[in-house]
């Protein structure tokens, strides 16, 4: 501070001294040229006074729009105005240096929850009031399909029921939504909650898709229930077909001593009605063990053998076995693998029953339909996943029926077990997939075995 009051004199000094010198040139001698370049020198040194009092100023003004644009690259100069001025720099460059430090710290959080966000599996997706995205991570662009969404409203053209209730979706509130992904079934999870960013108020929503979840309870329940339904009808019907065939046995020695004189015609009638029906409950008897038998199936299917085979191969194994009984009846049996050589990694057998019972129902279900055809097909989808297809163009499943057809013990045919569907999805569950259907009345069915 005393260098700067030394020079501060120094300078109003030399403008005094500078200033009388105009003064004298002006009123003592008609030396106007020399009087008006004195003007000029004393104009100079009041600009280079109110410049070096004013720096400081300038200097704090710098400072604090650094710190409101987030500018923390500025430097400040102190030399040759004092020791107290160096202070205030070094005061100056501590601050910046403490604000660098700041947001370092604040931009490494940043990132570290931005990584988190975009590496975590369920599908977020944060936006303002109006629908406009303010982020969206991996998970959720690859559930949606989308590469890029800037508002919720785009999601009309996948889902209008899914984009609708998004935006109308309350902090707290949670709702299932059903989507239909191509030939994919969807159950959106979702959860939504509410944050303030800048003024601006946010809705950060979770997208879960829980239909294999769904799949694997409806199964477990199943499953519990069918083990309590086949013993509890093994332990009451075995008793009853044994019985039933002691008592046929003994209906011989027992007639006679029943009806002592009675009239022979009579008594052969009388015999025959009782062991008919004998015969009756025991056949009957035998049917039903031999139901709840095929029945335990559902709960007793082997581990998968897991090994990397061949698509195209399994196909022209399962074509080689079906293309003459398909064709037999006028069907056309088309057999397609894209890439020809497209791998999964399964149980070779279990896979191929699935797909030979799906082959038969499409078989079935295209009997007498002009121009019938069966397509059995591999690809990769959208999402990156092995799938295989069974499409028919017969006359499709009834909306009633699509919710029920994989339930055990459901059947849409006369003679049907309900056994078939119900056994495909729990082998696809085993290889930690799934099984789904889409139809279209009179025109096309297509189940999909994803892995």
């Known amino acids: 501070m005393r260098r700067f009051r030394l020079q501060l004199m120094i300078r109003m000094a030399m403008l005094g001294g500078t200033m009388w010198i105009t003064v004298y040139l002006f009123a003592q001698t008609t030396s106007y040229v020399a009087g008006g370049i004195m003007a000029a020198v004393v104009l100079s040194?009041?600009?280079?006074?109110?410049?070096?009092?004013?720096?400081?100023?300038?200097?704090?003004?710098?400072?604090?729009?650094?710190?409101?644009?987030?500018?923390?690259?500025?430097?400040?100069?102190?030399?040759?105005?004092?020791?107290?001025?160096?202070?205030?720099?070094?005061?100056?460059?501590?601050?910046?240096?403490?604000?660098?430090?700041?947001?370092?710290?604040?931009?490494?959080?940043?990132?570290?929850?931005?990584?988190?966000?975009?590496?975590?599996?369920?599908?977020?997706?944060?936006?303002?009031?109006?629908?406009?995205?303010?982020?969206?991570?991996?998970?959720?662009?690859?559930?949606?399909?989308?590469?890029?969404?800037?508002?919720?409203?785009?999601?009309?053209?996948?889902?209008?029921?899914?984009?609708?209730?998004?935006?109308?979706?309350?902090?707290?509130?949670?709702?299932?939504?059903?989507?239909?992904?191509?030939?994919?079934?969807?159950?959106?999870?979702?959860?939504?909650?509410?944050?303030?960013?800048?003024?601006?108020?946010?809705?950060?929503?979770?997208?879960?898709?829980?239909?294999?979840?769904?799949?694997?309870?409806?199964?477990?329940?199943?499953?519990?229930?069918?083990?309590?339904?086949?013993?509890?009808?093994?332990?009451?019907?075995?008793p009853i077909a044994s019985l039933a065939s002691t008592a046929n046995e003994l209906l011989v020695e027992a007639i006679p001593e029943v009806m002592p004189g009675g009239d022979g015609a009579e008594a052969d009638e009388t015999y025959a009605d009782i062991q008919s029906a004998l015969r009756t409950i025991e056949r009957r008897s035998d049917s039903l063990l031999h139901f709840v038998n095929a029945y335990r199936s559902?709960?007793?299917?082997?581990?998968?053998?897991?090994?990397?085979?061949?698509?195209?191969?399994?196909?022209?194994?399962?074509?080689?076995?079906?293309?003459?009984?398909?064709?037999?009846?006028g069907t056309r049996f088309i057999v397609e693998v894209q890439p020809p050589q497209l791998d999964v990694t399964a149980d070779l057998k279990l896979v191929e029953q699935v797909l030979i019972n799906l082959v038969k129902n499409a078989k079935e279900a295209v009997h007498g339909v002009p121009e019938a055809e069966v397509r059995l097909s591999a690809r990769i989808d959208e999402r990156g996943r092995t799938i295989m297809q069974v499409t028919d163009n017969g006359p499709g499943i009834i909306r009633e029926a699509m919710d029920k057809i994989f339930i055990p013990f459901f059947t849409t045919k006369p003679e049907g077990s309900g056994i078939g569907l119900a056994l495909s999805r729990q082998i696809m569950r085993q290889h930690g997939g799934n099984i789904s259907v889409v139809s279209e009345p009179d025109r096309q069915t297509t189940f999909t075995l994803r892995f």
């Not at 004013?54 to 105005?81: H, M, P």
């Not at 109006?130 to 919720?152: C, D, Y």
């Not at 902090?171 to 960013?197: C, M």
């Open 45 to 238: 040194q009041l600009v280079s006074l109110f410049t070096y009092v004013e720096k400081t100023n300038r200097d704090v003004g710098r400072f604090l729009r650094s710190i409101r644009y987030n500018d923390f690259s500025q430097t400040f100069a102190s030399e040759g105005r004092g020791s107290s001025f160096e202070e205030l720099r070094s005061a100056f460059t501590e601050v910046m240096d403490d604000f660098r430090a700041a947001r370092s710290e604040k931009e490494e959080h940043y990132r570290y929850m931005l990584t988190v966000m975009q590496h975590i599996g369920i599908g977020l997706v944060s936006f303002k009031q109006n629908g406009e995205v303010g982020l969206i991570n991996n998970a959720a662009k690859r559930l949606l399909r989308v590469r890029n969404l800037k508002s919720i409203k785009e999601l009309s053209e996948y889902s209008r029921k899914l984009a609708g209730t998004l935006l109308q979706m309350q902090p707290g509130e949670k709702a299932l939504v059903q989507v239909i992904d191509n030939d994919e079934l969807l159950q959106l999870s979702i959860y939504a909650t509410a944050f303030r960013l800048r003024d601006e108020y946010y809705t950060l929503v979770s997208v879960h898709n829980i239909q294999n979840e769904l799949e694997e309870k409806e199964i477990e329940a199943w499953q519990k229930l069918t083990r309590v339904l086949t013993h509890e009808i093994m332990n009451s019907i075995t």
């Open 298 to 329: 559902l709960t007793r299917i082997p581990k998968p053998d897991f090994a990397i085979f061949n698509i195209g191969e399994l196909f022209r194994d399962i074509e080689g076995l079906m293309r003459r009984d398909i064709e037999a009846g």
